[in-house]
């Protein structure tokens, strides 16, 4: 193109003057001389684009000819082998881009289930001699403590009262021997400030209108009972009703037996262990049991526990699975000098946990009734789930917002009842006697504490629907580890054999043979076989299987590969590169086509400058341009080289005459 604009822009013969020595010579270009300029500016042009590193289209036409004629991608070759058809164009264009957009559709299905990161369950099977669990056994039967014997014989006198004039029910009780009548007269009337405070009362739910119900509303026929709880200052008052009179007698002592456990100031003057007298016979794996296998600690509701198998130095393990290999204990569960408004249940509770948990007996344990032997097979199940953006699982607690106040490992129930309790700590300023207590706290008292009923029972209200965010903040263990348990009953001894294993009882344990049957049970705890299932979690989306769904779509709209994605980036990047390349252009010709201003010292007086180049400028020429081809004359051209001093001029100089 070069060689084609040079040979335009020359006419076929060009006069010249040639200034010699102040003479003016005319003459023609050689031809020759004129092709070879044209051939050398050819060239020139041709190394400049072959020395290129860059190469710039100049339109967005040429760059999308361009890539639909050598692009991978199918379809694309259609919009530029068509483009004298414009209906083919038409119909290749809208198919090329919807199919794009279905595919980037697809891709944004893709990129959602990824990031929302779902799991696949996987369930493993193994087999392997099994570490026994911890078991925790409880007498059900709160005792009768010596440090706080009197108060409760005080508080039973205030029941057997309340009873008679709410029920007309005349309740025997064992009374202990008092030392003296005036020591009876000082406490109970202490004892009965407090109980008048928090009447026990039963009316028909139709006269109850005054005072709001925490509780639910049940058949408006029924009778309504339950007992009233003020504020400090007696201004609010609601009243903690039961549809049952039995959960509300034995709801409202539960209370006051709280105040009295928590007036003791050594929590150990309550640690009267008895464990001889509760458990008659332990073996396990066919060996006896000793004092070193087991822990002792009171509960409040469900009396003396005793946890086997809690020391982590020396851990039972079952050599076989079956009935044989496993823990097995005789108990008495017989009630005697107990507290009955407490505990209306008889035999034993117990739950099996893993060890380093605490045992709490409301949540798994189960009761093991009186003359019958309870065997339990236990089925081992583990847990793993998948942390950080897969579930909102937790490691080891450290990243739960709530103080672990139990002296174990983290898990779920610890950290809700650690939640619940710091809570009551910080609206009630005192702690519930059934969980741990915090450092610099102190367990709720009414002597102290007059209104903390008032406030427990309305702050449980807001637990119990999650008012408080205790169970959003408590979040289940990564790991864990849980015992699938079934039982099965007997009546045991038999008939037949009754006689002489009560006989061989009352020999070796005291046993007093007149309770027969409903003094003793029996529980046999044991793996029901090895195996043991693991429940794990895996990614159902990685990185892998992202990109292998990705690359699938792609080949099935597109039928291309990775390389034409690169080249689908170039078009986007050459692209770019155009459009400011452009932009710059047009900046500039828009700078360059705006009017100069004037330099400041600059004048407008015409006979001035005139005045001033005439003197600058004696000599003049006049240059005009030459339009009309000059004949040729052989007689103009040139005879020989041209002499030192001569200059080829392209242009016609004409002097005028010198005045």
Same mark, same amino acid.
């Given at each position: 193109?070069?060689?084609?604009?040079?040979?335009?822009?020359?006419?076929?013969?060009? &006069?010249?003057?040639?200034?010699?020595?102040?003479?003016?010579? @005319?003459?023609?270009?050689?031809?020759?001389?004129?092709?070879?300029?044209?051939?050398?500016?050819?060239?020139?042009?041709?190394?400049?684009?072959?020395?290129? +590193?860059?190469?710039?289209?100049?339109?967005?036409?040429? +760059?999308?000819?361009?890539?639909?004629?050598?692009?991978?991608?199918?379809?694309?070759?259609?919009?530029?082998?068509?483009?004298?058809?414009?209906?083919?164009?038409?119909?290749?264009?809208? $198919?090329?881009? +919807? @199919?794009?957009?279905? $595919?980037?559709?697809?891709?944004?299905?893709?990129?959602?289930?990824?990031?929302?990161?779902?799991?696949?369950?996987?369930?493993?099977?193994?087999?392997?001699?099994?570490?026994?669990?911890?078991?925790?056994?409880?007498?059900?039967?709160?005792?009768?403590?010596?440090?706080?014997?009197?108060?409760?014989?005080?508080?039973?006198?205030? @029941?057997?009262?309340?009873?008679?004039?709410?029920?007309?029910?005349?309740?025997?009780?064992?009374?202990?021997?008092?030392? @003296?009548?005036?020591?009876?007269?000082?406490?109970?009337?202490?004892?009965?400030?407090?109980?008048?405070?928090?009447?026990?009362?039963?009316?028909?739910?139709?006269?109850?209108?005054?005072?709001?119900?925490?509780?639910?509303?049940?058949?408006?026929?029924?009778?309504?009972?339950?007992?009233? +709880?003020?504020?400090?200052?007696?201004?609010?008052?609601?009243?903690?009703?039961?549809?049952?009179?039995?959960?509300?007698?034995?709801?409202?002592?539960?209370?006051?037996?709280?105040?009295?456990?928590?007036?003791? *100031?050594?929590?150990?003057?309550?640690?009267?262990?008895?464990?001889?007298?509760?458990?008659?016979?332990?073996?396990?794996?066919?060996?006896?049991?000793?004092?070193?296998?087991?822990?002792?600690?009171?509960?409040?509701?469900?009396?003396?526990?005793?946890?086997?198998?809690?020391?982590?130095?020396?851990?039972?393990?079952?050599?076989?699975?079956?009935?044989?290999?496993?823990?097995?204990?005789?108990?008495?569960?017989?009630?005697?000098?107990?507290?009955?408004?407490?505990?209306?249940?008889?035999? &034993?509770?117990?739950?099996?946990?893993?060890?380093?948990?605490?045992?709490?007996?409301?949540?798994?344990?189960?009761?093991?009734?009186?003359?019958?032997?309870?065997?339990?097979?236990?089925?081992?199940?583990?847990?793993?789930?998948?942390?950080?953006?897969?579930?909102?699982?937790?490691?080891?607690?450290?990243?739960?917002?709530?103080?672990?106040?139990?002296?174990?490992?983290?898990?779920?129930?610890?950290?809700?009842?650690?939640?619940?309790?710091?809570?009551?700590?910080?609206?009630?300023?005192?702690?519930?006697?059934?969980? *741990?207590?915090?450092?610099?706290?102190?367990?709720?008292?009414?002597?102290?504490?007059? &209104?903390?009923?008032?406030?427990?029972?309305?702050?449980?209200?807001?637990?119990?629907?999650?008012?408080?965010?205790?169970?959003?903040?408590?979040?289940? *263990?990564?790991?864990?580890?849980?015992?699938?348990?079934?039982?099965?009953?007997?009546?045991? *001894?038999?008939?037949?054999?009754?006689?002489?294993?009560?006989?061989?009882?009352?020999?070796?344990?005291?046993?007093?043979?007149?309770?027969?049957?409903?003094?003793?049970?029996?529980?046999?705890?044991?793996?029901?076989?090895?195996?043991?299932?693991?429940?794990?979690?895996?990614? &159902?989306?990685?990185?892998?299987?992202?990109?292998?769904?990705?690359?699938?779509?792609?080949?099935?709209?597109?039928?291309?590969?990775?390389?034409?994605?690169?080249?689908?980036?170039?078009?986007?990047?050459?692209?770019?590169?155009?459009?400011?390349?452009?932009?710059?252009?047009?900046?500039?010709?828009?700078?360059?086509?705006?009017?100069?201003?004037?330099?400041?010292?600059?004048?407008?007086?015409?006979?001035?400058?005139?005045?001033?180049?005439?003197?600058?400028?004696?000599?003049?020429?006049?240059?005009?341009?030459?339009?009309?081809?000059?004949?040729?004359?052989?007689?103009?051209?040139?005879?020989?080289?041209?002499?030192?001093?001569?200059?080829?001029?392209?242009?016609?100089?004409?002097?005028?005459?010198?005045?």
């Amino acid at each position: 193109m070069a060689s084609r604009r040079c040979l335009a822009g020359v006419p076929p013969a060009l &006069a010249y003057f040639v200034l010699q020595g102040g003479s003016v010579k @005319t003459g023609k270009m050689p031809e020759g001389e004129k092709t070879r300029q044209c051939k050398q500016e050819a060239e020139q042009q041709h190394k400049d684009e072959r020395e290129g +590193l860059i190469e710039f289209y100049g339109s967005y036409q040429e +760059l999308f000819q361009f890539f639909c004629s050598n692009t991978t991608i199918h379809g694309a070759i259609r919009l530029v082998c068509s483009k004298k058809n414009k209906m083919k164009t038409a119909f290749w264009s809208v $198919l090329f881009f +919807l @199919t794009f957009g279905l $595919l980037y559709w697809q891709f944004g299905i893709l990129y959602r289930e990824y990031f929302s990161y779902p799991v696949n369950l996987n369930l493993n099977l193994n087999s392997d001699r099994l570490t026994f669990p911890a078991v925790t056994l409880c007498t059900l039967n709160p005792y009768r403590y010596s440090a706080i014997r009197k108060k409760l014989d005080e508080l039973d006198q205030i @029941t057997h009262q309340t009873l008679l004039d709410l029920y007309d029910y005349n309740m025997s009780l064992a009374r202990s021997d008092w030392s @003296t009548a005036s020591t009876r007269k000082r406490t109970s009337r202490s004892l009965l400030h407090h109980v008048q405070r928090h009447p026990l009362r039963r009316q028909k739910r139709d006269n109850l209108v005054s005072l709001p119900e925490n509780s639910p509303s049940v058949d408006k026929n029924d009778w309504k009972i339950g007992f009233i +709880l003020c504020s400090e200052n007696n201004k609010d008052c609601f009243h903690q009703v039961y549809s049952s009179g039995v959960d509300a007698v034995r709801e409202w002592y539960s209370f006051h037996y709280i105040n009295i456990l928590a007036q003791v *100031p050594d929590a150990k003057a309550l640690d009267e262990s008895d464990f001889e007298n509760f458990i008659y016979a332990c073996r396990f794996n066919e060996a006896t049991c000793d004092k070193a296998n087991y822990t002792h600690f009171h509960h409040p509701l469900y009396g003396n526990c005793y946890t086997f198998n809690d020391n982590s130095s020396s851990l039972w393990t079952s050599s076989l699975p079956g009935i044989n290999n496993g823990l097995s204990l005789v108990v008495r569960t017989e009630q005697n000098d107990f507290i009955p408004l407490l505990s209306t249940v008889t035999g &034993a509770r117990v739950m099996v946990h893993d060890q380093n948990e605490p045992a709490f007996m409301d949540d798994g344990g189960f009761n093991v009734r009186p003359g019958i032997e309870t065997s339990i097979s236990m089925r081992k199940e583990m847990t793993v789930r998948l942390g950080g953006s897969y579930s909102d699982c937790t490691e080891d607690g450290s990243d739960v917002p709530v103080q672990n106040l139990y002296s174990s490992r983290y898990t779920e129930q610890v950290c809700i009842r650690s939640c619940f309790q710091l809570n009551m700590v910080n609206r009630c300023s005192c702690a519930y006697y059934f969980y *741990p207590l915090p450092a610099g706290a102190e367990y709720c008292d009414y002597t102290k504490h007059v &209104a903390w009923g008032y406030c427990y029972y309305k702050l449980l209200a807001e637990f119990k629907a999650d008012v408080l965010g205790c169970f959003h903040k408590c979040r289940k *263990p990564c790991k864990m580890t849980e015992y699938q348990l079934s039982a099965g009953y007997s009546r045991w *001894p038999s008939a037949v054999s009754e006689d002489w294993v009560f006989y061989m009882l009352s020999q070796q344990n005291k046993y007093n043979i007149t309770s027969k049957r409903n003094g003793v049970a029996k529980v046999n705890i044991f793996f029901e076989e090895w195996n043991y299932k693991t429940n794990g979690e895996s990614p &159902a989306y990685t990185v892998e299987t992202l990109l292998s769904q990705l690359g699938n779509q792609w080949s099935l709209w597109f039928g291309s590969s990775v390389l034409s994605v690169m080249e689908l980036a170039e078009l986007i990047l050459d692209f770019i590169a155009i459009t400011f390349i452009l932009s710059f252009r047009w900046f500039r010709s828009r700078q360059r086509h705006s009017p100069p201003e004037p330099p400041p010292n600059s004048h407008d007086n015409a006979a001035f400058q005139d005045e001033a180049s005439g003197l600058s400028a004696p000599h003049r020429f006049t240059v005009e341009a030459v339009v009309t081809t000059l004949p040729s004359y052989n007689s103009l051209e040139p005879h020989g080289p041209s002499k030192d001093g001569e200059r080829l001029v392209g242009i016609l100089f004409h002097q005028p005459a010198l005045h």
